[in-house]
């Protein structure tokens, strides 16, 4: 069964692809939680970070070299954050790996 995310790199549930390349997709949250907060994803999907493997080590660099030239993108020259939310307690709520790319305010911390 395909998950939220390959559904929608596969067309089949439409979304505002703001980013896309042969590893990797990105679109904006549909609840943002700040003026700019996209959800960057392996197009090969990987349930969690905890459960990523070492086969997986070029896609975790390609996600993370990517998410700035994304921030960049979407004009958050001051700025931004990422999160990578693993497990259930952790927020996780679709199980497919992704990274919150979050700008365009001041961010606090610790989050809550």
């Not at 979304?15 to 590893?23: A, E, F, G, N």
């Not at 070029?58 to 960049?72: C, E």
Request: aromatic share 4%; net charge neutral; hydrophobic share 45%.
């Amino acid at each position: 069964m395909k998950t939220l995310f390959e559904k929608i790199a596969d067309g089949e549930i439409p979304s505002k692809i703001v980013y896309r390349d042969d590893l990797c997709c990105a679109i904006n949250d549909i609840n943002p939680q700040a003026p700019v907060h996209v959800l960057l994803f392996p197009l090969k999907p990987i349930p969690r970070v905890s459960e990523a493997g070492e086969g997986d080590a070029g896609i975790l660099a390609h996600l993370m070299l990517t998410a700035p030239k994304i921030a960049a993108q979407c004009g958050l020259k001051n700025g931004f954050r990422l999160v990578i939310n693993n497990g259930l307690q952790a927020g996780e709520s679709v199980p497919h790996m992704h990274i919150h790319i979050l700008g365009g305010r001041p961010l606090a911390w610790p989050p809550c």
